[in-house]
């Protein structure tokens, strides 16, 4: 889309004139700027936001995937460009500026239990990152697992329906129990329904009919292509990293690597990419050595490996 194009959408957007799909798209790009730490939506200060959006802004130019002008207006345009989108960022941020949001980051080798406003709880597994409000005071209960895993005890509202969102997904419910594995290295997201029912589609999907999960059940969704396939499992097996399980079932080993990384604080290197397409099927308990895992990895799969200095090379 063209600088044209999001001022005339910005310009709707103020004299509330946009269609709701137009409305979504300007929002939920304001979502990632500050999902990617771009935006901090308690900020008022104009000028700090516009130095920070033109930055992005100049990296996509010299990218090429704004529109090419000659260099005199190109300036005149990205100034333009940037004041507006910096008074709709500014206009979004007073106008919830009563929001408080709270990142946590679990480091790796931990896991974490958070108690939301509502009750709710969170369990996160090692190194993921979550983003949730220090009260829910809005029509929705929203929470944004920006990195990892994290299994959800939810409270029912009726009137409120609790949102998790990932970079991929958006899950609704109003109380159950469910596991979303969302690591950004990851080509998947996938959803676990422990008990309750969740509806899970797409992020920025608009009127998309959602899929519909019951427990044991499970859908994984294609980040890079929206694909979402729908299954049933054992979802014990998906939550058993709660009880300090490894259970890996037809897994790639780069993410097998990812979960280890996490688990054991090393980091986890493939001398040829093929290796890492390697599927992988094993129990384990985190109360094994890592050196005993990668002994039945490399065992398995006819692969040699080394350890020094906590890098891990097949």
């Given at each position: ?62 990218k090429g995937r704004l529109v090419t002008l000659p260099v005199m207006l190109r ?44 009750g709710s709880t969170v369990v996160l597994n090692a190194g993921s990152k979550i ?124 993410n097998v690597a990812l979960i280890l990384q996490n688990s054991y604080n090393v ?48």
């Open positions: 889309m063209e600088e044209k194009d999001i001022k005339n959408l910005l310009d709707l957007y103020f004299k509330g004139e946009c269609t709701p799909d137009e409305k979504q798209y300007l929002e939920s790009m304001f979502d990632q700027l500050s999902m990617e730490g771009e935006f901090d939506e308690n900020t008022i200060d104009t000028a700090a936001v516009m130095h920070r959006l033109k930055g992005k802004i100049d990296r996509q130019i010299r300036v005149a345009a990205v100034v333009l460009f940037i004041s507006s989108v910096a008074a709709f960022f500014y206009y979004k941020s007073t106008r919830f500026s009563t929001v408080q949001y709270v990142i946590t980051t679990v480091p790796r080798g931990q896991k974490m239990k958070l108690t939301l406003s509502d983003r949730y409000p220090k009260t829910f005071n809005q029509k929705t209960r929203n929470v944004t697992l920006l990195n990892g895993e994290a299994f959800f005890d939810v409270k029912h509202d009726d009137e409120k329906p609790f949102v998790v969102e990932t970079p991929g997904t958006q899950t609704q419910v109003l109380g159950t129990t469910f596991n979303v594995q969302a690591y950004q290295e990851f080509k998947e997201v996938k959803v676990t329904v422990v008990s309750g029912k969740v509806a899970v589609k797409e992020a920025g999907a608009g009127e998309q009919k959602p899929v519909l999960l019951l427990p044991d059940e499970q859908v994984i969704v294609n980040t890079a292509t929206g694909y979402q396939a729908k299954k049933h499992v054992n979802a014990n097996e998906s939550t058993g990293w709660m009880q300090g399980k490894f259970i890996f079932r037809n897994e790639t080993l780069i980091k986890i290197e493939f001398n040829k990419e093929t290796t890492k397409e390697i599927r992988f099927t094993a129990n384990f308990s985190s109360t094994d050595s890592l050196e005993k895992i990668l002994f039945a990895i490399a065992k398995a799969n006819g692969l040699t490996y080394s350890i020094k200095d906590k890098i891990v090379r097949f």
